[in-house]
């Protein structure tokens, strides 16, 4: 499989700044709010820890939760105050929205239907503000989504329970991205080995399913990809450092294993151990369709970038911008990119913060990716086989975005 160095690799082995968490502790998700960066403690710590952006010294640690800490983000315009809040949940059953300044909790949101509680393992909020969704671990044969509407701190207003079957992993609203608007629809994904998209407004849960992929293995994360035309497509990870590559109607593109796509030379290597996540950029590179940036590691704890011009191309290779070296020990579990700022953020297993220098990435002049290479021996090896996937409705207004497929 085709990996081929950017005419504008770098490599940095020397972070900015470092912080750190409790001994012991994993790193396990950063966010950016206005004056801080926030940081998720591992079990049985489960602290958010706030720590100041110019300097990196922690400022604040906040309670977080009773049980595991299971997401960690900053969301937009929380109840269309317009304002960017801190958002967290965990296996408490319990979802806060954190005042920055004052370090409390200002909304608190309970999962406790039929007067059980439910642990929260992924949740996210709505473009407009105006609805929250979080999912839920699998009790008995049901695994929930749940949704919450406006202020309301009672027990969810909606569940749906047979959208999966196993532990809901991942939760993400379509947003809004580079002036285009879309359809209120939350993609979801869970060890099931089922990726879905809701409509979150509709009252009939037999209604609100619109599309379903099977994958077949369990999946650990998924997101939105969002082209320069037409609709966003959908990526996917599994436990088994898969990738996946769908429509918006979730036929399934393609999927690789991401640990594949290596490059040896005289004077550099690079080998993928597993996926870090996936971040959607702002800075568009000019050959390519699409504004997904992966983010890779290895297990002696660099971190790698990639890009790919063209999913739908089995033939496009993956393209290495940006390694950052020497900076963890061990595996790297999350990362934050600050385009505002040009850094970069990675925690990881050793209870390292690191901040990196990333500035935009600059458009290639000769760029490999540029044409095809109909005799390249290193071409990606897809999976053409049909995917097993059942259709619900057809998704409102939304165009492929990934031509000729």
Not at 46 to 64: C, M, Q, S, W
Not at 287 to 298: K, M, R, Y
């Amino acid at each position: 499989m085709a990996l081929v160095d950017s005419p504008s690799l770098t490599t940095s082995s020397r972070p900015l700044k470092t912080g750190s968490l409790p001994a012991e502790a994993y790193v396990l998700s950063l966010a950016s709010l206005p004056s801080h960066y926030a940081a998720a403690a591992s079990f049985p710590i489960n602290t958010i820890h706030l720590f100041d952006k110019a300097t990196l010294r922690k400022v604040l640690e906040l309670p977080g939760h009773h049980n595991s800490l299971s997401c960690l983000k900053s969301v937009r315009n929380i109840g269309g105050s317009g304002r960017e809040a801190l958002l967290s949940c965990g296996k408490d059953g319990i979802v806060k929205v954190w005042d920055e300044r004052s370090g409390s909790v200002a909304l608190e949101m309970h999962a406790y239907p039929s007067n059980t509680r439910r642990a929260l393992l992924s949740c996210d909020l709505s473009a407009d503000g105006l609805t929250l969704a979080a999912g839920t671990d699998l009790q008995g044969e049901d695994a929930l989504l749940l949704y919450w509407y406006g202020s309301s701190l009672a027990a969810p207003r909606r569940m749906h329970s047979c959208t999966h079957s196993d532990d809901i992993t991942a939760v993400h609203f379509l947003k809004s991205h580079a002036g285009r608007s879309y359809p209120n629809i939350l993609l979801s994904a869970s060890t099931d080995g089922l990726l879905c998209t809701s409509n979150p407004d509709e009252d009939d849960e037999d209604e609100a399913g619109l599309h379903v992929g099977n994958w077949g293995c369990s999946v650990a994360q998924a997101g939105w990809i969002y082209g320069k035309t037409g609709s966003p497509g959908i990526w996917s990870s599994s436990d088994m450092e898969t990738f996946g590559v769908w429509s918006s109607e979730l036929d399934r593109i393609q999927d690789v294993d991401i640990r594949q796509p290596s490059l040896h030379r005289q004077d550099f290597t690079w080998v993928t151990d597993y996926l870090i996540g996936c971040h959607n950029t702002t800075n568009v590179l000019p050959d390519h369709d699409n504004e997904l940036d992966v983010f890779v590691g290895s297990n002696e704890g660099d971190i790698a970038l990639l890009t790919r011009s063209d999913f739908s191309d089995p033939q496009s290779p993956w393209l290495l911008h940006r390694t950052w070296t020497t900076g963890h020990v061990g595996v790297v579990r999350s990362f934050l990119w600050d385009e505002s700022n040009n850094v970069l953020l990675t925690g990881g297993e050793d209870s390292k913060i690191n901040v990196w220098s990333s500035p935009p990435l600059a458009a290639p002049c000769d760029t490999p990716t540029g044409s095809k290479r109909d005799n390249d021996s290193d071409a990606m090896e897809v999976d053409e086989g049909s995917p097993v996937h059942k259709k619900r409705r057809a998704l409102p207004h939304l165009h492929l975005p990934f031509p000729g497929v």
